[in-house]
């Protein structure tokens, strides 16, 4: 005996979710019917037009529904000459939160890695060299993560930049703003103290 | 800045199941919009087909898309003149997986919850008193869950059979005591019914 075909079939097609198993799926899917059949046809509706209509942006690589996202279409970006090198739409929104950054973005949709088939081509690396060649940045940042595949990437891409004579910047790693020394790992206060500044009164 | 719409009104609309939260909901969309999108579909179509197409069976109360569910439409539980009643559609089929009982089940969808406003009527326990009144059953078994709610309903549920003089068992050894009965193995749930003992009031 198996849940009715529907119902079976929702369970199943629910575990396409990272992180969500058999028991989170029957969870999930007895969730939606018994309590929130309003959210569960949104989620139907929002998931079926995102599935066929969001693409990437012809630029920077990140989501939208368009040809251009809307930080490529902004006119005050228009003629940035910094571009920040991100491995995710989500990094790019944290860094438009802080509200420092006003160039434009390159946005990977992932790292390299190898193990997992990942190379230069799926990154965009040629769209990104095309940017690189158009002449309009003086300077990449490259703001991928402090991880192994992270650093790698960022090597790779820097050994692209320098062919273009592009001035490269990597973003800083240090002690978290409001976290404790005592708390933070080895090679994160190595990188603290070596990337220490000179202090203003 | 938030993310195109498109794909903010995905990750809001992911939020609606359980456990799910901003950051889960944005690693979902970008998972099935990087590299899931045919997995994404087909749960946008299993979602609307089963939010709609889904809803109780009139005798049980359990999930399916016909009148009746597949246990009760079975001409071999026809005659049944056990009544099994559980917290929900889970508990049916770890049930079915012992193959010990060949009654029939009455699915309560959750349990008497005061705090959470559930009472009775949103048990079904107007339509469980109609199965007791038909004079079908000699027995119901109380298979809610060990926990103290669960507890609490099988003792409504024992009051209203009491008047009903059917006899009531409640499924006791092997079934650890605060724990949810589909998690438990199929071979201490075979235990547990065969060692069931008379309710006491
Ligand atoms: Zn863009
Ligand atoms: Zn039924």
Redesign the interface.
């Known amino acids: 005996?198996?849940?009715?075909?529907?119902?079976q079939?929702?369970i199943?097609?629910?575990k396409?979710?990272?992180?969500v198993g058999a028991?989170?799926a029957?969870?999930?899917?007895?969730?939606?019917?018994?309590r929130?059949?309003r959210?569960?046809?949104?989620?139907?509706?929002?998931?079926?037009?995102?599935?066929?209509?969001?693409g990437h942006c012809q630029q920077c690589r990140?989501?939208?529904?368009?040809e251009l996202?809307?930080?490529c279409q902004s006119p005050k970006r228009q003629l940035a000459t910094t571009l920040c090198v991100v491995e995710?739409?989500?990094d790019?929104?944290a860094i438009?939160?802080t509200g420092e950054f006003t160039g434009k973005y390159f946005v990977l949709?992932?790292h390299l890695s190898p193990i997992d088939g990942i190379g230069p081509d799926d990154l965009g690396l040629d769209i990104l060299a095309k940017h690189f060649a158009s002449g309009q940045f003086a300077e990449v940042i490259l703001a991928t993560n402090p991880t192994v595949e992270g650093e790698a990437t960022a090597h790779y891409i820097a050994d692209l930049a320098q062919e273009y004579q592009i001035n490269m910047s990597r973003i800083a790693h240090g002690v978290p703003v409001g976290g404790e020394l005592e708390y933070v790992d080895g090679n994160t206060l190595s990188h603290a103290f070596s990337g220490r500044k000179s202090y203003q009164m």
């Open positions: 005996m198996k849940f009715s075909p529907l119902v079939e929702l199943d097609s629910l396409c979710l990272p992180g028991k989170s029957q969870r999930m899917a007895f969730h939606l019917l018994e929130n059949r959210g569960g046809s949104k989620l139907a509706h929002s998931l079926s037009k995102a599935m066929v209509d969001v990140n989501f939208t529904e368009h996202c809307e930080i995710s739409p989500g790019v929104l438009e939160q949709m992932g």
